[in-house]
């Protein structure tokens, strides 16, 4: 229904109601009048006034029967003396009032007027007659006028004397004709009523009959094109969002501020606990979470990707879903894409809205949250690019220059510009000499340290980790290092993350491996500055041997320097401190039904919450609670740590060294 016959129904709504009320109002009346006392017949009448009594009643009286009987008898004074009077427009009879009047028309002196009036009175054939001699009145003057007589009706002109003006008339009305006037009213009045009760019952079922037809019954086909409308399933979108949000508000909207809280504090204080688990039938059913992210900007916002589902061959392969804390029933936005088989997925830490994907089929796909669900970028299907699935990217740069780099496992490594994904801006093949086969180097991670765009390091297929090159420079050339590699693990390696640069020391050349060898792996990358000129292994300072499956990803905390996670095949999140032990983990905790957890990634904001994506397609958020916080002494206790576990016999380069030493 359009708004303009919305508001028209509602107008003739309220008419009806106007109509309404005022039918209730006269029959509110009407009762009133027939409750009150004194309207019917029996009532008391209304007090008349007195007839005139007295010298001056009789006087009048016998002034009318006068001029009546002058005019019925034709007497010769008062008839003669009519016609100039008459002629004049306006001028009252003076025969009626016992006035002479002279041929040219105009009033006699004061002593004919009185002579005038005595006769009459002395010759009137009545039977009043007057006892008292009568005062004479003084007359103006008045002066003789000739003008143009039109013949014009004449106008009435009433006179009254001061006697009769304040004389009491009574009114000559019979009891019986003020009742029937009375009831004749009423009966006016009642057709008049009911006249309108019925123009008022028809006007309401007229109304009736018209909203009746406006509000029927939708047809099928008409509804399903309603509710298939763009505009009414965004609007449903939109506004179901903000409920669910407000719904999933953990304020205490009934605290009393006035009962004072326990001294003892959280008893889960500095524990690993859950906040939440994300899941959605419609998109995680048969699917399995193959990364996950955080936000830079919204640090509420978190992304999970997911591989295809087999059960469903309408659905699209892959799925990427946006996850917000305060909207736990389902995604705030969702982007796939028919060409995904295995994503790959990154929020850009320099644009809030786009969010990058990798696909098992080697494209770059490019999603922006105020489009739909269909990427607005892709890099299309040729040998320009990535032929082979793509298991790694990362955002290098800065704000105002910044790439995007991917890696594959057919050892391509490429450089895109964001608004650009026709072709890449760099390509480079990365080939190791020493392979038996063939010289790629299938690459499954990729990271770059802190505050570097140009070097990065890969881990293979292979189990070994190798450092590569962007661009020529001093004492190293484009692409792979032939002569450092970094060998300790006896399978893929399946995770790989440099320590962060904060805090007072640099440990920005420690980074972390995991396999599928179980055990994670912590090194120490080669100085940049010295390149080796021959081959040279290089071996891992410390091996974390606790895992009881595969270890699939391990990410050093962004805060704490000493502190790392690792999820492994057996649903485990293990969360270490190298300053408080290193044989075994901190805290051990089996998240959902203990599935394996392929990815983990904190927060960016303080590094207090993590998010575990699981192979049951859920995407679990944990809190580590004061864990989080680092101490001023623990960088320095750190650097003793890791010179221990180094000087225990772990070798570096070939050689023993006495401490770390800052820096690469």
């Known amino acids: 229904m359009s708004s303009d016959r919305r508001k028209e129904i509602e107008a003739k709504r309220a008419k009806l109601e106007e109509l309404r009320e005022a039918r209730n109002r006269r029959s509110k009346l009407k009762n009133a009048d027939a409750t009150t006392p004194g309207s019917g017949s029996g009532g008391p009448s209304t007090p008349r006034r007195s007839a005139p009594t007295g010298d001056v009643g009789d006087f009048i009286n016998s002034i009318f029967r006068e001029a009546k009987g002058a005019g019925a008898g034709g007497s010769g004074r008062n008839s003669g003396d009519v016609t100039p009077s008459s002629s004049i427009p306006g001028t009252p009879s003076m025969g009626h009032l016992g006035l002479s009047v ?45 003008q143009e007589l039109f013949e014009m009706p004449r106008k009435e002109r009433v006179i009254y004397s001061k006697s009769v003006q304040t004389m009491e008339v009574e009114n000559e009305t019979s009891p019986g004709l003020d009742d029937d006037l009375r009831q004749r009213l009423l009966k006016e009045r009642d057709a008049e009523n009911e006249a309108l009760e019925r123009e008022l019952e028809a006007e309401s079922v007229k109304l009736d009959e018209e909203i009746e037809q406006e509000i029927r019954e939708i047809p099928p086909e008409e509804l399903a094109g309603i509710l298939a409308a763009p505009e009414l399933l965004e609007f449903v979108d939109r506004t179901t969002k903000i409920f669910h949000r407000a719904l999933n508000d953990r304020y205490d909207y009934i605290r009393d501020y006035r009962v004072g809280t326990e001294a003892g504090g959280d008893e889960s204080e500095g524990r690993v606990k859950r906040v939440c688990e994300f899941w959605d039938e419609r998109y995680g059913k048969n699917r399995s979470i193959t990364d996950v992210d955080w936000s830079l900007q919204y640090p509420e916002l978190s ?91 990362q955002m290098v740069g800065t704000q105002n220059a910044h790439n995007l780099i991917t890696c594959s496992t057919d050892g391509t490594v490429c450089s895109w510009l964001v608004d650009m994904l026709a ?55 484009a692409g792979l290092n032939q002569y450092d590699v970094y060998k300790g693990h006896a399978g893929p390696v399946m995770g790989l993350h440099f320590h962060p640069l904060v805090g007072s020391v640099d440990f920005s050349d420690l980074f972390l491996t995991s396999s599928v060898d179980w055990t994670v792996k912590l090194w120490r990358s080669k100085s940049l500055a010295k390149p080796s000129t021959g081959p040279n292994v290089v071996s891992p300072l410390y091996s974390f041997d606790e895992a009881d499956d595969y270890v699939y990803d ?50 960016h904001k303080d590094g207090r919450r993590v998010a575990l994506g699981g192979s049951d397609g859920k995407l679990y958020v944990y809190d580590i609670g004061d864990l989080a916080l680092p101490k001023e002494s623990e960088w320095n206790e750190l650097q003793k740590t890791i010179s221990g576990i180094s000087g225990g016999g772990a070798q570096t380069n070939g050689t023993v060294p006495d401490g770390i030493v800052a820096g690469r």
């Not at 002395?122 to 009043?128: I, K, L």
Request: glycine share 8%; aromatic share 8%; hydrophobic share 35%.
């Open 102 to 146: 002279s041929q040219s028309g105009r009033l006699s002196r004061q002593s004919d007027f009185s002579a005038s009036a005595a006769t009459t009175l002395a010759n009137s054939g009545t039977d009043n007659v007057m006892d008292r001699e009568m005062t004479p009145r003084v007359i103006p003057d008045l002066i003789e006028v000739e």
């Open 303 to 393: 992304v999970a990707s997911y591989n295809k589902n087999p059960a469903a061959l309408n659905e699209p392969d892959g799925i990427v879903a946006v996850w917000n804390l305060h909207l736990l029933e389902r995604p705030e936005f969702v982007f796939h894409s028919q060409v995904l088989r295995r994503t790959l997925r990154t929020f850009s830490p320099f644009h809030s809205n786009l969010v990058f994907g990798g696909t098992y089929s080697g494209q770059i796909l490019l999603w922006d949250n105020r489009s739909k669900h269909l990427p607005v970028l892709k890099t299309p299907l040729s040998a320009a690019g990535h032929t082979h699935p793509v298991y790694s990217m």
């Open 423 to 477: 072709q890449p801006q760099e390509t480079l093949e990365l080939i190791h000499a020493g392979h038996n086969k063939t010289g790629e180097v299938a690459v499954t991670t990729l990271d770059f340290p802190d505050n570097e765009t140009t070097a990065f390091w890969v881990g293979t297929e292979e189990g070994n980790v190798y450092q590569a090159n962007r661009y020529d420079r001093a004492g190293a050339k």
């Open 554 to 603: 391990v990410k050093w905390h962004p805060q704490h320097p000493a502190l790392f996670g690792t999820v492994d095949g057996a649903g485990k999140f293990d969360l270490w401190n190298l300053n408080v032990n290193t044989e075994v983990p901190l805290d051990s905790t089996t998240a959902g039904s203990g599935r394996a957890i392929n990815k983990l990634q904190w927060d």
